[in-house]
Every structure is written in structure tokens, then in C-alpha cells.
């Protein structure tokens, strides 16, 4: 019998706003596919769970090579859980080829939402929430960021995206 993916949502800034289902199964996997073990680590120790987890690390240059592990594991019959440091796994994020394989594979999938950064940024704006785009992150570099812009302009819709607090005045700019 097969084991269960739960792809769990994590707060982004605050711990204390982790939901009840979030933390109990934290507690309840044995095995944690994390996009920075240390962070998670962290994480559950401010939330009081003994870290008694097998942490298997999972980024953007390594999905592809644990994910096989990982399917192997959950057709053995074992549960895991895949986290990011803060977010929900898939968007923006790693998990997306290991949830991909997992339902290819028929396994059982389960999504623990947590709190939404898109709906948060969304309300807190005071933009119109009727109609919004999330575009995730933009490019990096200046000129295709600036060509990523330009074609949303004229949308008459709410935009939102995700950037790194270094790089947010660069990207404002352009």
C-alpha cells in the first residue's frame, strides 16, 4: 500500500500563524522533503515539535535526482510531508516534480494549505482584490524584467509577484 505526499503550507513571516492540520502533520510525518532542512529545523523547534525527522533536502538542483527516492519511499508505505522554508511547496517553489511523479504514480496526494502570501499581499495592498494576476517572480536581469512588465501593463487586473527583499528597490525601479 502506498504512503501519502502531503504538500504542507507554511506561514511566511510569523510562525505563530501556522494552522492546527499544518502542525499535527508536521508531528505526524517521519520524513520531511524540505527546501532548507536548517530553516525547517528551525521552524519546528519554535513550534515545539521534536525534530525526530529523517530531513531529506529538496531545491531547485536536486528535485530532480531525490524525486525517484522519494516515489520509492511513499510506494513502500511511508508518509511524507514536502515544505518549503516559507510558502506553500509548488508555487515559486520546489515540489512541483515530485507532486508531478506522485500522481503519474497514483499516490495518494494531500494539500495542507496553510496561510496564503498571495491573498495576504493581495488584501493588504488595497488594490482591487475582483481580478489579479500572480506572475511569481520576475527576471532577475534588468531588461527582461523590464520586457516581463511591459506586457502585463495595460491589463486591467491586479498584479502580483513574489521578490527577494534584496533585490525589491532594483525591481520597483525598473
Known sequence: MNGTLFLIGISIGNAKDITLRVKAI??????LACEDTREIGRLLKELGITPHKEFISIFEHSEQMKVPKLIQRLKSGEDIGCVVSRGMPVISDPGYLLLREAIREEIAVK???????????????????????????????????RNFFEKYKDLDVT????????????????
Not at 26 to 31: N, Q
Open 111 to 145: 494539500v495542507i494549505p496553510g496561510v496564503s502570501a498571495v491573498t495576504t499581499a493581495l488584501v493588504a495592498s488595497g488594490l482591487p482584490p475582483d481580478k489579479f494576476l500572480f506572475l511569481g517572480f520576475p527576471p532577475r536581469k534588468d531588461q527582461k524584467q
Open 26 to 31: 508536521l508531528e505526524e510525518v517521519s520524513v
Open 159 to 174: 498584479l502580483i509577484f513574489f521578490e527577494s527583499p534584496r533585490r525589491i528597490f532594483k525591481t520597483l525601479k525598473n
